[in-house]
């Protein structure tokens, strides 16, 4: 048995220790917001938050990391993700969707980190973030305009 | 593909006659407006009405949602919110009650008004649903207000509709919700009137999207990849490296170990499946398998033996797709002629969601769960694979995570691999299939590659006066089901669409098509054959315009006003022209660049619509480009939601140009060199360009939006580094030459 805390809840799975977190979220709790894009860490999709960092669940061995404080899609909240699920909401940002629970993860992050980021640190902290609808010209915008909520 | 759907519509038997009926909406109550299939007059007339000659396109239940079916596949270009803005605009529904629902697999109720099938595809949603939606929506109004009127004691004319709420003027007031069992018992208006566009209230306005707050939280169930059924396995298939090989021999031992691995199975044609109680078994158990294959009869070709083979061709004559004058004598008395030969790789679709389909088979029936893009293909493609009767499989569609045209194949290969694993497996299970992102990459399936060789004449004034084109690039449709529809006396339409109807004035005109035949799927790609003739004419037309000594856009101006001697093509012109100077307004072309800053321009028509755009690219230290802005101006008809065509033109810039800049597929003895991500390289945030994009006002009937924004983007940048470098390049992607 591993012993997980996964938004807030203790959960305990049964699993060969080396499967990627990404499928015992998805396959196993049934957090399917996670999403499978490349299994390699290259696109970003699987994001989710580990102690508040950013962290490719795909490559994330289950077994690594009992102990720390997962996030998902399904559980992330504060002032941070609210004013990123809002903006995304208000700028109609998604296409086909399937990376955006990636992005707001990565977008969430940021936000908490840097609350007033610069392009720069925009492209620094979403480049691992593929959107194959190519609708980074939103996400930017959203992220400005999330941080204007958070300053308000 | 626009020919082949024109080809399409003219021999698909098209209904002539359609009203609208109602139903009962079952256990949920209230009220179900759709069209009643042809030929069933007389049992309508007889109160016959049932569920089998019905086709609901809008359902309105007591709780006051309006629920919209939708017939197309969304993928990621809004076609459901585009759908039910055209109801709720006819019916004055408020938006936040608005809903939309994927309709089932039925060919006879939901067919594509433009294929004759029930697909999507060539940036048709709106287009061939502009007037039969609105229709519904209309006929809902009318019998609501109808319901009321009732109800009040008063006249129909009297109430009013005003986002989603029923009006008289004595006070009485009523929600739809309230109203819809009334509605359902009435008879249905025999006609309704569709507003003018003058009255329009969400149409050319705004809507919200309505898929978008699910996708904000990572809601359950809404991609194929999310589906899971009780009792499940996920089956991983492993497919040969090379095309057309097979299974040698098979050594499963290791992998058989894998805890959760429930079988390892030959599947006949298609290779090796990994079933496992969940998708990591499948995956890891996939990269223990020892497989041997024989490659006797498999493509083993390289790309660069491909490219060597096109480049010979492209040197032969071959069948003529266009001739008008005599472009060789126009050629052999130009002042100026300019020749180049352009090379284009095989490119992979890579949308973000991998192939997945869910099947479960049960006797004589079978269900299956996953994004449907040309739900009547693949419905007869699993009936025939499991013997049963085509009305016999369910198709439940669930939004596609991408397709760029993927998702739809002529042989429905996902569709006969994951019936074929349930057929061996035999158990009646739900079977997920499941491509891992290498399995996507390698699965072939390609924007075929191309080699285009062209020359063209000017004469001393610097007028265009012969166009010699002609394109090696194997055919999308030939031996397949479609082939009759597509390919005429050797040419297949997609391969020459955006050249064959070359636009500007020209003296002479001939173009050829070779279609080698190589044994590596191929298949349309966003926007299908234009990204290939987009570029060439567009790179020409610059090159053209140098040897003129003219600015690119004054070039293009000059040679979209002068009469063509054809009306079709001097229609286009005059909306190219619109979109040219739309954009040359915004860029402020005219101007010029700023300093260390580079521009170029390109127009082009595909799937019924204009779109131009002008590139603003800067040079970096490693001689490499930087696209910094991108304006873009589209002639789409009417746009039902505007904000959402510049989504689609935002993408359609994006996703062109990562395949511009940095994307091929490359083959070694037949092998796909490329595997993921690492090595396919996707566009991401820091190359995206800052991108403008106007919509022109237009009361012309709907047009594409999902692909055309795709086209003149590769020109648009190759333009911009000619005005940098002197030379356009012409090997993609530009990487390959140092240039990304």
Redesign the interface.
């Known amino acids: 048995m591993i012993r997980l805390n996964v938004n807030g809840e203790d959960r305990e799975v049964d699993v060969d220790p080396e499967t990627p977190l990404l499928w015992v979220l998805r396959d196993e709790l049934q957090l399917t917001g996670t999403k499978y894009g490349c299994g390699i860490a290259a696109c970003g999709a699987c994001t989710v938050q580990m102690d508040g960092f950013p962290t490719r669940s795909c490559q994330t061995r289950v077994s690594d990391v009992e102990g720390a404080k997962i996030t998902t899609i399904e559980g992330v909240d504060g002032k941070a993700a609210s004013a990123v699920q809002a903006a995304w909401r208000e700028l109609d940002v998604p296409q086909c969707g399937y990376c955006q629970s990636g992005q707001i993860l990565a977008a969430t992050a940021l936000l908490a980190e840097t609350p007033k980021p610069s392009d720069d640190d925009i492209d620094a902290a979403m480049s691992g973030n593929v959107c194959r609808c190519a609708t980074y010209h939103r996400i930017r915008a959203a992220i400005h305009r999330a941080s204007e909520t958070m300053e308000g | 593909m626009l020919h082949l759907m024109q080809r399409m519509a003219n021999a698909a038997p098209r209904p002539s006659r359609r009203s609208f009926l109602k139903l009962s909406a079952g256990a949920a109550g209230g009220l179900l407006i759709g069209v009643k299939l042809p030929g069933s007059l007389a049992q309508a007339a007889e109160g016959a009405a049932s569920d089998q000659m019905f086709t609901p396109f809008v359902r309105i239940t007591p709780d006051n949602l309006v629920t919209v079916l939708n017939k197309h596949l969304d993928?990621?270009?809004?076609n459901a919110t585009g759908l039910a803005t055209l109801v709720a605009e006819e019916l004055d529904a408020s938006t936040e009650q608005m809903r939309a629902e994927f309709a089932p697999a039925d060919n006879a109720k939901y067919q594509n008004l433009l294929f004759g099938v029930q697909g999507t595809g060539g940036s048709t949603a709106i287009a061939n649903s502009f007037e039969q939606y609105r229709k519904a929506g209309a006929t809902a109004r009318a019998m609501l207000v109808a319901a009321a009127a009732e109800a009040w004691g008063v006249a129909a004319s009297e109430i009013s509709v005003k986002a989603g709420t029923l009006s008289h003027p004595s006070g009485k007031s009523a929600t739809f919700g309230e109203m819809a069992e009334a509605a359902a018992a009435l008879d249905v208006p025999g006609d309704v009137t569709l507003k003018t566009p003058d009255q329009w209230v969400y149409i050319g306005k705004g809507f919200?999207?309505l898929?978008?707050?699910?996708?904000?939280?990572?809601?359950?169930?809404?991609?194929g990849?999310?589906v899971?059924r009780d009792d499940q396995l996920v089956a991983v298939l492993t497919r040969p490296r090379a095309f057309g090989a097979t299974v040698a021999s098979l050594n499963a031992d290791e992998a058989r170990k894998v805890?959760?691995v429930v079988d390892v199975i030959d599947v006949p044609g298609h290779g090796v499946a990994v079933l496992a109680t969940?998708?990591?078994?499948a995956?890891?158990a996939q990269g223990l398998l020892e497989i041997e294959w024989d490659e006797s009869k498999a493509e083993t070709r390289s790309s660069d033996a491909l490219f060597d083979e096109y480049r010979t061709l492209a040197q032969a004559e071959g069948p003529v797709f266009r001739h008008d004058g005599d472009a060789a004598a126009q050629l052999e008395g130009a002042a100026n002629v300019v020749e180049e030969t352009f090379e284009f790789p095989y490119l992979a679709h890579?949308?973000?969601?991998?192939m997945v389909l869910t099947i479960h088979v049960e006797g004589d029936r079978a269900t299956l769960w996953y994004p449907a893009q040309f739900q009547t293909v693949d419905q007869a493609t699993a009936a025939s694979v499991l013997g049963i009767p085509q009305e016999n499989v369910a198709i439940n569609t669930l939004?596609?995570?991408?397709?760029?045209g993927r998702r739809t194949s002529f042989d429905a290969k996902h569709i006969v691999e994951a019936a074929s694993i349930a057929k061996i497996w035999g158990k009646s299970q739900p079977i997920k299939l499941v491509y891992?992102?290498?399995d996507d990459t390698r699965a072939g399936y390609y924007r075929p590659m191309g080699v285009h060789k062209v020359r063209v004449g000017l004469d001393a004034d610097g007028n265009l006066v012969g166009w010699h084109h002609r394109i090696v690039q194997q055919s999308l449709m030939s031996g397949t089901a479609f082939e009759s529809f597509a390919v005429k006396d050797g040419i297949d339409s997609t391969s020459v669409e955006g050249v064959e109807d070359f636009s500007y004035a020209v003296s002479a005109f001939h173009g050829e098509l070779h279609s080698p035949k190589v044994g590596v799927p191929v298949l349309w790609w966003r926007s299908v054959g234009h990204t290939q003739t987009a570029y060439v004419v567009e790179t020409m037309i610059d090159r053209a315009a140098e040897a003129a000594g003219a600015d690119p856009v004054a070039f293009r101006r000059a040679h979209l006003t002068r009469k063509t001697g054809s009306d079709a093509h001097d229609a286009d012109n005059a909306r190219k022209l619109g979109v040219l100077d739309k954009v040359v307004e915004m860029s402020g072309w005219s101007e010029g660049a700023p300093e260390g800053r580079f521009r170029g321009v390109a127009v082009h028509k595909s799937f019924n619509s204009y779109v131009a755009e002008v590139a603003e690219v800067s040079r970096r230290d490693d001689g490499t480009f930087k696209v910094e802005k991108v304006w873009c101006a589209v002639d789409c008809g009417v746009a039902v939601n505007p904000?959402?065509v510049k989504?689609?033109m935002?993408?359609g810039?994006?996703?062109g140009?990562?395949a511009i800049l940095f994307d091929e597929i490359t083959l070694t003895d037949g092998h796909v060199d490329q595997e993921?991500?690492?090595t396919y390289r996707?566009?991401?945030?820091?190359d995206?360009p800052?991108?403008e994009v106007e919509v022109i006002a237009s009361a012309a009937a709907p047009t594409g939006a999902g692909e055309p924004g795709t086209p003149p983007i590769g020109p648009a940048v190759a333009n911009a580094i000619r005005a940098a470098t002197g030379s356009v390049p012409s090997v993609l992607p530009l990487s390959k030459a140092g240039l990304a």
Do not use: C, H
């Open positions: 993928m990621g270009q809004g919200p999207r898929d978008v707050a699910n996708k904000t939280v990572g809601a359950p169930n809404t991609y990849m999310d899971q805890a959760g969940s998708t990591w078994p995956i890891k890579g949308m973000m969601e991998p939004y596609g995570g991408g397709s760029f891992t992102r290498e904000d959402n989504a689609q935002e993408g810039i994006g996703y140009l990562g993921n991500f690492d996707p566009l991401r945030m820091e995206m800052a991108v």
